[in-house]
């Protein structure tokens, strides 16, 4: 490292270091004009007297945390003074809905009224903070990366396994990790479905009766541990690294009003495309296609001599920046629906939901193209291309997570775990959550066309907030990407997405994409497996010499890359696919599956 | 029946696993190296930090077991070949019906003083690397002695870690016994490339010890300058480990003699891999070839013949590969760096100097004899098919897309090779056939 990239390094984390703490730079004064914001007048002037009544109007609170907790509990007492006055004297002139407070509003009211009431230098310098968040740390990052398309080309794996970011942690403290995340989940869960057992129950025994299945298995074939269990490594920067992730994830989550001086910040960004004020969701998409388009610049200095890798870590920068980011912001600007057009169901498990079929009805051609646009993807787009070119056309080259994944979570690839424990999981939970988005998302529709939420003893509200929860936020976000540094870069794409599962299963049974194996040229060195982001033991059909079809991957075509002896290429053909990818081809002795 | 097959490499653990398939003999791996088979071509990149250790078994720990393959971490001290008996260092006796002998190599050492002090050693075992890894910290330069591939990957590994490396080589160009004079000449190019301070027509004149006895230089024999090192790689080459069997009566040249079912003098002793020395080789093939894949393919001949099926070794066409820093090097049949006079070549090297192919031909016939690649991927398969059919040199150069391997969107060079063939020969031919896969597989079928 030159002092340049040092230089970098410091940069990057101060702007980590100024980003956290914006959270709490901001003083909140509760003013009436703060809450302006409010049209809603029964609303607004039922808050007043209630902040009044407990005096804190015109109070000056020195952090949000102190602030949301009073304010919180204003609007539990103005809700249920509403509710009783509503109850007593119903006003003749506003209706009930209007007249009540709901828990949506209140969320909204929550998060408008820290932005309308915030004082201090986040929200009196936006643009300065703006700089020295985001801006100096792409500057950092760019210091640091820019020096390594000095290096002479070729493969760029040095040292990861040295590096206390990137070596992973222990067998051990990963499942504890991981099991108090399930269990905090959980129990999250249950409060965020206001206090009802069935769905968290469910979850739990369902992943109870997975772990027993893998297990049951295991003994029968009197399997071991698996393979990554037994190195004494503690990666402690990438332990923080995740521990940060899975905490930004939380309070993006279920925690938004917390960090609305980071929406704050990108304010101006959000007027400038959209002409709305940023919500935590556009705070997330920018800090999301900023890190794609500043990591996947590192990625092509990493991989400056594999055209393959740059061609694809422009793709996914395209989808994210344009097609992800931009185009729907600017869609807002002309007043059209909010569509992600590379987006596809079931990963885009809302695109079924009511409010989203009503809304692109409704807003025209544009929007019923958008609707049809999204079903013929679903239906063509995912068998057809999917069976010319094996899923990678999506999950490596268009996806946002995977886009995501193979630029900021690059460093971390070597850390999913390529045991047939690890496999045995894989399936039974990625096929589970595929099964869930498809219940789900019937039970929804059946909702919209019949009107009647129950079928037998579920109900359609309840099932869509809690897939929401569990693999929408909990999975895809705080476990996906939080666990990065933990679990390997793929962790929600190989076993939680729903749409990989569809497109896994197409790319298993109906595809000409292979991987295949160069004769007998495989040194069995395991550069492959190590460096699967799918945890894939690539190995295992290399040294056999035979193609490799499964379905978890994905195309990124790193193994390829890091072969020493050039044995594996990404392929499409029609012919032999079963019969190259079935037989053991690396005999010496020809005859020799019969010889028993 | 007992099978114990000494050494857990490549070619022991392909014995083991190709006598499961085909037996339900009871099996005994023997190794006091490690505990699993690793792959010991990925030795580097455990230091270089690609791997970690556990990374580098291509069997998980539960596969043993499963294949009832029984796995002894201990010596065989002495093996009494009358009583087929083991003696182990532990003392245990181990008794056998049948034994494979896959012993390995060792790196050469030639007399030179300072040789078996600290701080200097080979690399080819486990116990190499973890010797290397122990003496790293605060390393100041590495000096290697010899070239050949697993001088280049020490070097490799020390750059890994910014550790200064000077290697010391006795030819004038980097492995030119082995390759030809640009390919060769290529490689040197790239060592210096990378910063690593290659010395060319020298030899190693001793290795000096710092008083504790561990080397803290090493001086050149031709010029007498002294070169201060905290660390001596020897990678002279390897050769046989046998010196533990010698007076046993197993009959041992450089290494253990075989015939072509790879039986020994000894009944019911077989040897394979890298210690065994084949009594009438293949023409054109070396009695020795120490490398993993006559290892593996002799192992899966071994098992074969011990589990009463009579097979003759045949390795086939030749091939190797290798990495050398940032250039892929492949060879399929003969190329030879002192070809003999029916051979000629056709050799095309990209402007940039890290790509190049080379054809080698029969000057009577034109039938295709062998293929480099530096720098470039081709097809093992595709190469084999055409060399075993002796196709003829100008319909390869027109099919040559069929063997093109690199990953897809790479820029393909058949072209400019089918340029230069014709601006050399006056020929005038095109390229008639796609890097298509289905066309490959459909000429595959052929």
Redesign the interface.
Known sequence: MNNIQKIGIGLFLLSLIIFTAVLGLNSYTLSSDGLSHITNDVHRNAIIEEAEKTGALDKKYSNNIAFIGDFKSILNNTQASLESSYKSNPPADVSEWDYKMGDWVMKDYTINTLKATGDGPVSNNPLLFLFLTFGLGIIGGLLFILPKFRA????K???????ALTRGLTFTPRVGILMATIIGVLIYGFKYMNGAIFWPLVTAIVAGLITLLVFLHEKK????????A??P?TGWIGFFAGFYLIGFYILLYWMPEYITNWTTIVDPVSHMLSGNDASQWFLYGLMYTVIVIVMGIRMMSKYR????QR?RTASVMFFQTCIAFLLPEILTRLNYPYYDFKNIWPLNYTFFFDWNINNLIESGGLGIFMLVWGIALIVLGVPIITYFYGKRWYCSWVCGCGGLAETMGDPFR?LSD???RAWKYERYIIHGVLVFAVIMTAMVLYHFFTGSTRVLFLDSNNIRQWYGFLIGSAFAGVIGTGFYPLMGNRTWCRFGCPLAGYLGLVQKFKSRFRI?T????C?????C??HCEMGIDV??YA?RGQDIVRSSCVGC?VC???C???VL????????IGE?AEEVRN???ED?IN?? | MKIVIIGNGISGISAARWTRKLSDHEITVISSETEYFFSRTALMYIYMGHMRKVDTQPYEPYFWKKNRIDLVKDHVDHVDFDNKSLTMKSGDNISYDKLILALGSKSNKFGWPGQDLKCVAGLYSMQDLDNMEAHSAGLKRAVIVGGGLIGIEMAEMFRSRDIPVTILIREESYWNNILPKEESAMITRHIYDHHIDLRIGVNLGEIVDDGNGKACAVIIKETGERIECGYVGLTAGVSPNVAFLKDTGLKIERGISVNNHLETNMPGVYAIGDCAQISEPMPGRRPIEAIWYTGRMMGEVAAYNVCGREVAYDPGIWFNSAKFLDIEYQVYGDVLAKPPEHHATFYWEHPDGTKAIRLVYDVNDKTILGFNVMGIRFRHEVCEKWLKEKTHLEKVIEDLSLANFDPEFYKQHEQDFVDAYNKQTGANLKLKRKRKLDQVLKFLKA
């Open positions: 002479l080309p070729g493969i794996n040095d040292n990861i396994y040295h590096s074939k009197e399997t071991g541990p698996p393979r990554s037994s190195v490594i001599h594999n055209k393959y061609v070597q390529k045991s047939i295949t160069n004769g007998g040229q040194i069995s060195c395991g550069n497996s190590t190995r295992h040294q075509g390829a890359a890091v020493p002896r050039g290429r990404l392929e499409n053909g029609s012919t032999d190259r005999v010496h002795i020799l010889a028993k």
